[in-house]
């Protein structure tokens, strides 16, 4: 079946510029995760969205930093007057979050997004 | 938050077993191992969970002692395709447990 899919894969923008990124979960997962990687480094934990409950959003690096996940279905990142230091890799998963442990996430291959 | 500690680098000969360990000193009853292998330009894998003991699956074994404040996978005989980063997770559900770190860089040589 289709994985995790996002859009789009490439994205440069001027600083200051606002920018969104798509994220389109596998079909059924209540669980999505939005990561940030910056080269050679490890996933940075952005936010989680679970059903329909309120998203965490703890792992948000500043205010310009936002999501909503519609219908709990697809999610959008949306950066608001981007910085250089945001040029990163930003990773969607999905899963379907068991009772009592966290599921097995399922990946994106990332948008790479380069702030000049 | 549990956060793991891991080797940053290793470097094992094609055909050789490999494992890394994990350590994993405020695991949390409610908290599962999981480790994820990432590709260059690529998202993460999952690769194998437990709670305890031991668990294997198709691709490795996951080694995990009475303590659980460690963790150890197990790759069988590596080849060049395993050349990889291997991050190492402890959590339960909710992703405010969940912290990837900077992973285990593999190299396998020829």
């Known amino acids: 079946g289709a994985g995790v899919s996002q859009s789009p894969s490439n994205k440069v923008t001027e600083k200051g510029k606002d920018v969104e990124l798509r994220c389109d979960p596998i079909?059924?997962?209540?669980?999505l995760y939005w990561y940030r990687q910056s080269l050679g480094q490890g996933l940075e934990f952005l936010i989680y969205?679970?059903?329909?409950?309120?998203?965490?959003k703890s792992g948000l690096p500043s205010d310009r930093f936002s999501a909503e996940r519609t219908g709990g279905s697809v999610s959008t990142l949306t950066i608001q007057r981007t910085q250089q230091e945001d040029s990163a890799v930003y990773l969607c998963?999905?899963?379907?979050?068991?009772?009592?442990?966290?599921?097995?996430?399922?990946f994106g291959p990332g948008t790479r997004l380069t702030v000049t | 938050l549990a956060k793991t500690t891991q080797p940053i680098s290793m470097d094992s000969y094609e055909g050789q077993e490999v494992n890394i360990t994990c350590s994993h000193n405020?695991?949390?009853?409610?908290?599962?191992i999981t480790w994820y292998q990432q590709f260059p330009s690529q998202g993460p894998r999952f690769i194998i969970q437990?709670?305890?003991t031991k668990v294997t699956n198709e691709v490795a074994s996951l080694f995990i002692p009475a303590d659980r404040k460690s963790s150890t996978l197990s790759l069988p005989r590596v080849s060049l395709s395993d050349t990889a980063v291997y991050y190492c997770?402890?959590?339960?559900?909710?992703?405010?447990?969940?912290?990837f770190g900077t992973g285990t860089r593999l190299t396998v040589i020829p």
């Open positions: 997770l402890v959590g339960a559900a909710g992703a405010n447990n969940l912290f």
């Open positions: 998963a999905s899963s379907l979050a068991a009772s009592g442990r966290a599921g097995e996430q399922y």
């Open positions: 405020n695991i949390a009853t409610n908290d599962y």
């Open positions: 437990g709670y305890k």
């Open positions: 969205f679970q059903g329909n409950s309120a998203p965490d």
């Open positions: 079909s059924g997962h209540t669980a």
